[in-house]
């Protein structure tokens, strides 16, 4: 059943007022909004019965998972041939259910992945803690953290989409030069670099 | 050399990305900066439909940024002889100012959605309608692409969904009924509450009792008003729709009186100027002996504003006692009595 909801309430709105850029007024919440209606909408959605068991006759190829059934799609990723009940369908990949589990774990192939942590903002922020002036005394921890996350991930995949290295490098210079400072500021003290020199 | 894959564009923002066949949604999370992006990805062969409709936070947005920006415009110009409060007004004025420009500057708001079997995603970053308008043409026609047709007339869509009969009986379903909520219930027992106390405020001379109503008062205002929103969705009994609009009112009135008073209050209690606001301004101990007056005034002392704070909490006492027995048995929880399964019949006995 074709079933658009409202934008602002999700109560279900009549199909017979929405066309392209028109207006519906929501029964629910009585607030005017545009519905751009797809084709995709008059597809039946609902979930379908499991295909019945079809074994291959002579001369098809068997699923690779339940021998039983004959095969109908090839796994994208592993090259098996499977049979419906073992598909799943990722754009426009077919998969079978196991590599499209593992792929999702894992995490490895880029078209897959759910989330990903943005190394090089974490090595920014942990080099600008100690700039919030409360926790300055943290640059001894948190500097060389910095400079260690930012080689260390210096290779690692960023975003999914297009973004420079510059925030890394930032955070590698910051936390360089606060161990540049912090080095300085000890040897000072020790050889006496800020003592004035009319002191005896 | 920029990693990532090439096969993104940019629809808008950083969150918002073209695929080859799929909308990329990025959502971010983090403190200040983003610490970790979480994909969601839309197939355009999939999606149902897009809806879009214009919020009201680009009034309500504007209003409070006005209601803000007056107060400092007052203290700016009533302070205009000493630097430093010039300065923290001015600066404070000048970003209010620019904030209320930018967003006046930027146009209306809206709320956009996209819509598959599955699920209906709102697409956070489309908050604005020029900015949205073109995205969402662009996400229409990449979607036609893929579904591979001109989008369905009405009456297509009408027959899918039963009959055009059964799809206009839809526009006139009603609310559903009030199920009851215990954040109205409680509201109004506060109101009543707090109305009494409020009423009783100028016969006590007490500064910890002057704290305590005033507290249950801003308790009792924003709960009746956050009710309001949140059970406007349901078919409210009219002494309830009554009751939390005058709480909501109640929170204007209030923010009047209190206002007035607390100007009255920093005249009544300086010794040295009568300029409004001086007794906040000066010290500490000045700003005390405002507080202390108005713990302490009689209704007489504060003349017509003892008036209107006696109003004030008259109208939570009416608005609360209004709208309790409709909270307390809120009409969507009526149901009939249950008809008891008829008695078996007693076997009989078996010699």
């Not at chain 1, 499991?50 to 994208?76: D, Q």
């Not at chain 1, 589990?101 to 995490?107: A, D, T």
Request: hydrophobic residues 50%; glycine residues 8%; contains cysteine.
């Amino acid at each position: 059943m074709a079933v658009a909801r409202c934008v602002f309430c999700n109560h279900v709105l009549p199909a017979a007022q929405m066309a392209v850029g028109s207006e519906v007024v929501c029964a629910g919440c009585h607030k005017p909004s545009a519905v751009i209606a797809l084709p995709a909408l008059l597809v039946d959605g609902r979930p379908k019965p499991p295909p019945l068991i079809e074994p291959p006759s002579e001369g098809e190829a068997a699923c690779f998972y339940s021998p039983n059934r004959k095969a109908t799609h090839e796994c994208s990723h592993c090259g098996v041939l499977i049979s419906d009940v073992w598909a799943a369908q990722w754009g426009s990949k077919s998969v079978c259910l196991k590599c499209l589990e593992h792929l999702r774990e894992k995490g490895k192939d880029v078209g897959f992945q759910g989330s990903r942590l943005l190394w090089d903002n974490i090595t920014l922020a942990t080099a600008l803690v100690p700039f919030t002036l409360v926790l300055y005394w943290a640059a001894f921890i948190t500097a060389p953290a910095s400079v260690f996350l930012g080689f260390w991930h210096w290779n690692s995949p960023r975003s999914l989409v297009p973004r420079s290295r510059l925030r890394l490098i930032v955070g590698l210079l910051l936390g360089l030069s606060q161990i540049t400072a912090a080095v300085l500021l000890v040897c000072g003290l020790w050889f006496g670099w800020f003592t004035n020199g009319t002191a005896s | 050399m920029k990693k990532g894959l090439t096969d993104y564009q940019k629809l808008l923002g950083h969150s918002l990305w073209e695929g080859p066949d799929h909308l990329l949604y990025i959502q971010r999370s983090g403190f200040l900066l983003t610490f970790k992006e979480t994909y969601k990805r839309i197939d355009y062969a999939k999606v149902q439909c897009i809806s879009y409709g214009r919020t009201r936070s680009y009034l309500w947005s504007s209003v409070w940024l006005v209601l803000l920006l007056l107060p400092l415009l007052w203290g700016l110009l009533a302070n205009l002889e000493t630097p430093v409060a010039t300065g923290i007004f001015g600066g404070l004025t000048g970003l209010v100012l620019i904030l209320l420009i930018v967003h006046l500057a930027r146009g209306p708001t809206c709320l956009c959605k996209i819509q598959t079997a599955v699920q209906v995603l709102r697409l956070k970053p489309l908050k604005r309608v020029r900015a949205a308008m073109p995205v969402v043409a662009r996400l229409t026609q990449l979607c036609l692409q893929h579904q591979g047709g001109q989008a369905p007339s009405a009456e297509a869509l009408a027959a899918a969904q039963g009959n055009v009969a059964a799809a206009a009986s839809l526009v006139g379903a009603p609310k559903p009924a009030f199920p009851g909520s215990r954040m109205v219930t409680i509201a109004m027992v506060l109101l009543v509450v707090g109305g009494f106390m409020s009423m009783a405020d100028p016969f006590i001379d007490h500064f910890v009792y002057f704290f305590v109503t005033g507290l249950v008062g801003i308790i009792s205002s924003l709960l009746g008003v956050t009710a309001l929103a949140r059970n406007l969705r349901y078919q409210l009994p009219s002494s309830l729709k009554i009751s939390l609009g005058g709480a909501a009112a109640n929170v204007l009135l209030s923010f009047v009186t209190g206002y007035a008073l607390l100007i009255m209050a920093s005249i009544k209690s300086s010794t040295t100027s009568l300029q409004p606001g001086a007794a906040f301004n000066a010290s500490m101990g000045a700003s005390f002996n405002a507080w202390t007056w108005m713990s302490s005034a009689t209704l007489a002392d504060m003349g017509w504003i003892g008036w209107l704070w006696m109003l004030n909490g008259g109208l939570a006492v009416v608005c609360g006692f209004l709208g309790l027995p409709a909270a307390l048995n809120p009409p969507g929880t009526k149901v009939s009595a249950a008809t008891p399964p008829p008695l078996a019949p007693t076997p009989p006995d078996v010699p």
